[in-house]
């Protein structure tokens, strides 16, 4: 089961280099949507067959694979973005900035202090590569969208991060978080559409003019 | 003993060029070659398998009696320093003649023997004060030939520079061996790694030869100083005088104790060096700074090696294998680097006398009129590309044979193994983009300007002094089976618990495949000539780009050859680009300008010490002259240490 | 068998097959565009015609035009002699012999571009400064994908390191390899073999200016270089250590089919990119090289 996991979560850290190399829009909001999926199954595989942990298991993979993408490809489509990302680090640069984070991640997750249960997977270097996949996102990119983008991953990593600790806590949290999420970015993309009616640009580094 | 005598003839051979240089040019060139020979049959003699050298003398010198020594590092650089030096002398004769440079030319021979004798006195001393005399010598004598032709406002400012980063290393030395012999209470130079107290001293030894070596980023001066000095002295300074930083490094981190870190940083900036220092090569359009740059490059290939060797011999167990491997590898590439680059800089400076430029947007299609000068660069560049069958190939072989065992063991110095291997990948690659744009936009195509069109081939001497060394390149690349008792005997001075490993390098099958390779290639090329003589052949305009005149102005230039690669660099080359674009249907003119600016020395050195100067000016003001504030000053200076007594003699 | 009937009979072979593969290429993308396509054996016959032909040399182009070619082709022929095939070791192994065999491909690459610069040209101008820009990478990935395997097994002798079964990286070797091959041989995304006026290519266009048997020796090297990157992707991935002679040579030519198909597919179904993001997929290479060797580094310590 662990191999499989494994499996699963080195997709999701191949997806955060998918997301941080992808040029274009529907790309990237593809990667984090299969992401958001990938991750959703892990309960399931890590629990045993449990009504709830099934229950948030679909709620995960229909929130993150299917309305949050939906609902950025909507705001997207309505506020006619372009689709090409216009970085502000080169796609190469983050690329490698994503890969260096990665392989710091698993050599900084042999360093610590594990529990033996957790020390044969790959939950936290995938939880650490996904945050810092996140902030990457979330520096180097200009357009509002990219950026919850970057914000989605870094939740995934928050998430993985939580699966070390599905024994103890109940997913109740995972699942509020999941929430205040949907609702995020249901608020961003009715932001997003109004900010481009009445601005005609989505460029974060022009908003800054709009300060006082 | 023959190394002796070889070395007193040396001697002689020098004194005698140094006394006589300036009236009898024959003189001095058969002195200084026979100086050569001398070296470097002392340096052979000695890699071949004779004893250590060590002579002492009662004859004190600074209140130190001399005491010199000649052992297997040592006798590599001897052996460097000597061919270069004398392929330099034959090369200059022809190069900076009388003819030509009335003034300067006896001069230059003068500094050019007193070059070499410091640089052997650097190498053979076994004293501190002795080794930093030589090399305050060895300084102002490479500032005196840079600025041989100081007519120049470049040439002098190039030399300045020179001289205040080579004396701000000398700093670091002076305290560094300063230190060495407060604390080991001679000024003797010796093995001593059972000091273990000596090992922080390692820092100001990377710093002090660090400057020397060109080691990014404190490579500031050797740009400007191998570009503007004449070729033959670039020639010595990029692959001889350099090395001294390298031997300096490999010697000190050899005889006294280093400190953990101390192979993991110097690998690293061996790292930082090889990629930076060709990228910055890549962009450059003065023939001879590129090929400077290139140098910075080399010093970071040889400097991996070492560290790689450093941490192996922390190691142990089979790192001692895999360390003697990555050494035997970096004092091979010392050898071979010298080679290579003074040949290029050799034909570079053929170029610069035959046409009056280093501008390689201004040059081009020179092959036909410099048929020997564009060989040479092929040659060369093959080898700096570290290209089989030649010789660069074989020391970057070396080395990367010594990463992969470090990988394969998966022992802690694997992670750093791991991007050292892929970096020097990186580097040659680059390495052979910066050559191709280099040999090509000079030697190939058509003329950019009218200079390049009245250019002449050089004479017999700079010639010969090419062929000599294009063999060297050769020679070592098709049988590096015979360098194998010699690295071992190098590296084994180094460390002594390596003198009974094996490090397990395939230099026969090697040099098969290399003297294969290179017949197969012989025989190919001249199949297909022969092919192609027989079916016929016209010379004809190919392909016209579908204009109907093309120009020579239309051809690619350096700029745009190398733009895409060092586009990659932006963030540390920093290029100034202006650009005006032809505007209006009628356009006027349009203009296109790229600079790349010496980064480190304009963007990082500069403001610092501007600041540092700011600083002190400010401070000078508290000397006014005044006597009231002077004693102001005494009073508060007491005041304060009164209140340190008191606040101390609480606690 | 002694090396010195070996090493003609390789040759033989391999030079002999290599044009095979450039006509199962433009047969597979001819069947996928519902066309006829070329007959499968036509760069035979273009090579036949091309080196019965006279030469037209650039007035301002030297020898090394002619030599270069030549170079490239002793080198690349050189380096298949290196590559074993299966359990036949190569006639000529020794350690170290894979860094020999990437220097080779190197010095190809010198002698190409440099006669490709020869006639001045800003065509090959541009050509060459995209092959050896681009190189860089491909460089980094290929010195990381032999990393790997010699990690897997602890040699650094190619005879060795292709042997044994693949780890567990071998998806993500596989993978960022065929990406390498596609462009080193400057097949679709990276370059298009069919464009040969155009400003959007690399390797045709250094050919641009060549005619007869220079053409045909770089046309020959390009095809062997091909058979090399397939061969190498073949062996590093499959396992063929433990299979025997006749069985492993079927599974390797089975294996280079099944590339040449996939490289024809590839070409069917892509457009070539736009020279901004070819950068970011050699990246994406070396990456997936360098993560088949982290794999393959943790699954050793393991």
């Known amino acids: 089961m662990t191999a499989t996991l494994n499996v699963l979560v080195g997709l999701a850290m191949g997806l955060n280099l998918v997301a941080l190399g992808s040029s274009r829009l529907p790309g990237l909001i593809r990667a984090v949507a299969l992401q958001g999926a990938v991750l959703g199954v892990m309960p399931v595989l890590m629990h045993a067959m449990d009504w709830r942990v099934t229950l948030v298991a679909i709620a995960t993979v229909a929130g993150k694979g299917l309305v949050i993408p939906t609902l950025l490809r909507r705001a997207m489509r309505a506020a006619n973005i372009e689709r090409e990302i216009d970085p502000f680090i080169g796609f190469v640069p983050s690329l490698l900035l994503g890969a260096g984070g990665t392989i710091a991640a698993v050599a900084l997750a042999q360093a610590l202090p594990l529990l033996p249960e957790h020390a044969g997977t790959l939950l936290v270097p995938g939880s650490l590569a996904s945050v810092l996949t996140g902030f990457v996102l979330l520096i180097g990119r200009t357009k509002a969208i990219s950026q919850v983008c970057g914000y989605l991953i870094l939740e995934n990593g928050i998430f993985l991060f939580g699966l070390l600790l599905i024994h103890a806590t109940p997913l109740l949290v995972e699942a509020g978080i999941l929430l205040d999420l949907t609702v995020g970015v249901f608020v961003i993309g009715i932001i997003v559409d109004r900010i481009q009616r009445a601005f005609d640009t989505l460029d974060t580094r022009k908003l800054t003019v709009l300060r006082e | 003993m023959i190394v002796g005598p070889c070395i007193a003839l040396a001697a002689l051979g020098l004194a005698g060029g140094i006394v006589g ?428 300007t009218r200079r390049p069109a009245h250019a002449h081939e050089c004479g017999v001497l700079m010639r010969g002094a090419m062929c000599g060394l294009a063999a060297i390149c050769l020679g070592l690349g098709l049988a590096p089976q015979l360098l194998r008792p010699i690295l071992l005997r190098a590296t084994a001075a180094w460390h002594p618990a390596w003198g009974g490993v094996d490090p397990g390098a395939p230099l026969v099958p090697l040099g098969t495949a290399s003297l294969a390779v290179a017949m197969a290639l012989a025989v190919g090329v001249v199949l297909v000539f022969a092919h192609v003589r027989r079916n016929g052949l016209n010379r004809s305009v190919t392909w016209d780009c579908g204009y109907a005149t093309p120009g020579a102005r239309m051809q690619y230039t350096s700029g745009s050859f190398g733009d895409l690669a060092a586009r990659w660099f932006r963030w540390i080359l920093r290029p100034e680009r202006r650009l005006r674009r032809p505007r209006g249907p009628l356009p006027d003119g349009a203009v296109l300008v790229d600079r790349h600016p010496e980064t480190m020395l304009d963007r990082v050195l500069r403001p610092a010490s501007t600041g540092v100067l700011h600083v002190s000016t400010a401070v000078r003001r508290l000397q006014h002259g005044r006597l009231q504030s002077y004693i102001v000053y005494l009073v508060a200076g007491i005041a304060v240490l009164a209140l340190m007594v008191l606040l101390g003699g609480s606690q | 068998m002694t090396p010195y009937l070996e090493v003609p009979l390789r040759l033989v072979v391999l030079l002999g097959l290599a044009p095979l593969l450039p006509g199962i290429i433009n047969k597979v993308k001819a069947w996928v565009g519902g066309r006829r396509g070329p007959p499968v054996l036509q760069l035979y016959y273009d090579l036949a015609r091309l080196w019965r032909k006279g030469v037209v040399m650039s007035t301002l182009a030297s020898p090394g035009f002619i030599a270069g070619p030549a170079v490239a082709w002793v080198a690349v022929v050189a380096a298949i002699v290196l590559l074993p095939l299966g359990p036949a070791e190569a006639p000529f192994a020794f350690r170290g012999d894979v860094l020999l065999m990437i220097y080779l491909l190197a010095l190809a690459r010198f002698g190409t571009t440099w006669a490709a610069m020869e006639t001045g040209s800003a065509f090959e101008g541009m050509g060459v400064a995209r092959e050896v820009s681009y190189a860089v990478i491909a460089e980094a990935a290929i010195i990381a994908a032999v990393l790997s395997l010699s990690v897997q097994t602890g040699s650094v002798s190619l005879s060795a390191m292709l042997a044994p079964a693949p780890g567990a990286g071998a998806v993500l070797l596989a993978a960022g390899l065929f990406t390498v091959l596609l462009a080193e041989n400057c097949r679709v995304p990276f370059d298009d073999p069919n464009t040969h006026l155009e400003l959007t290519m690399i390797h045709e266009v250094m050919a641009l200016d060549h005619s007869g048997p220079p053409l045909a020796v770089i046309l020959h090297g390009a095809a062997v270089k091909l058979l090399l990157f397939s061969l190498l992707l073949v062996e590093a991935v499959l396992p063929l250590g433990g299979v025997s002679a006749p069985v492993a040579l079927a599974i390797i030519a089975a294996g280079v089919f099944v590339v040449t198909i996939g490289v024809g597919l590839v070409e069917s179904l892509l457009a070539r990119f736009a020279f901004r993001s070819v950068p970011l997929l050699l990246t994406t290479a070396f990456l997936m090289c360098l993560f088949a060797l982290l794999m393959a580094w943790k699954g050793g310590a393991a």
């Open chain 2, 21 to 448: 240089g300036r009236r009898w040019p024959r003189v001095w060139l058969a002195l200084t070659l026979m100086a050569a020979t001398g070296g470097l049959g002392a340096a052979l003699v000695l890699l071949a398998g004779g004893a250590d050298w060590v002579w002492r003398s009662a004859l004190p010198v600074g209140g130190e009696v001399i005491h010199l020594r000649l052992d297997g590092v040592s006798a590599v650089f001897l052996a460097l320093m000597s061919v270069v030096g004398g392929a330099g002398a034959v090369y200059s004769r022809e190069y900076w003649s009388d003819r030509e440079q009335r003034r300067s030319a006896g001069r230059g021979r003068r500094w050019w023997s007193g070059l070499m004798a410091s640089m052997g006195w650097v190498l053979l001393s076994a004293n501190g004060l002795h080794f930093l005399l030589g090399w305050e010598a060895f300084t102002v004598c490479a500032f005196f030939l840079v600025t041989l032709d100081g007519r120049m406002k470049a040439v002098r400012r190039a030399g300045w520079l020179y001289l205040a980063a080579s004396h701000a290393g000398t700093v670091c030395l002076f305290a560094f061996f300063a230190l060495l012999a407060h604390s080991v209470g001679s000024w003797e130079l010796g093995p001593m790694r059972e000091h273990v107290e000596l090992a922080p001293l390692f820092w100001l030894v990377l710093a002090g030869f660090g400057v020397k070596a060109g080691l990014f980023p404190l490579h500031v001066w050797l740009p400007s100083a191998h570009a503007n000095a004449p070729s033959h002295v670039s020639a010595i300074l990029s692959g001889v005088a350099i090395k001294m930083g390298v031997y300096g490094l490999v010697r000190f981190s050899g005889w006294l104790p280093v400190p953990a870190a101390a192979g993991w940083v110097v690998i690293v900036a061996g790292m930082v060096s090889a990629v930076l220092g060709i990228a910055f090569a890549l962009a450059q359009d003065d023939l001879k700074r590129l090929l400077a740059y290139c140098s910075v490059e080399n010093i970071g290939v040889i400097l991996i090696g070492l560290g790689a060797a450093m941490l192996g011999a922390a190691h142990g167990g089979n790192g001692l294998q895999w360390g003697r491997l990555a050494l035997a590898g970096a004092l091979l590439h010392v050898w071979n680097h010298g080679a290579f680059k003074a040949l290029l800089f050799f034909s570079a400076g053929s170029v610069l006398h035959a046409t009056g430029t280093r501008e390689m947007s201004r040059l081009g299609g020179l092959w036909r009129a410099m048929p020997w000068t564009a060989g040479a660069f092929a040659l060369g560049s093959v080898a700096v590309a570290a290209l089989p069958p030649l010789n660069g190939f074989v020391s970057e072989w070396l080395i990367y044979l010594g990463l992969f065992d470090a990988v394969t063991t998966q022992g802690p110095a694997a992670a750093v193994a791991v991007p050292a291997a892929i970096v020097l990948g990186v580097a040659g690659a680059l390495a052979l983009a910066t050559f191709i744009k280099a040999g090509t936009i000079v030697f190939m195509g058509a003329a950019r």
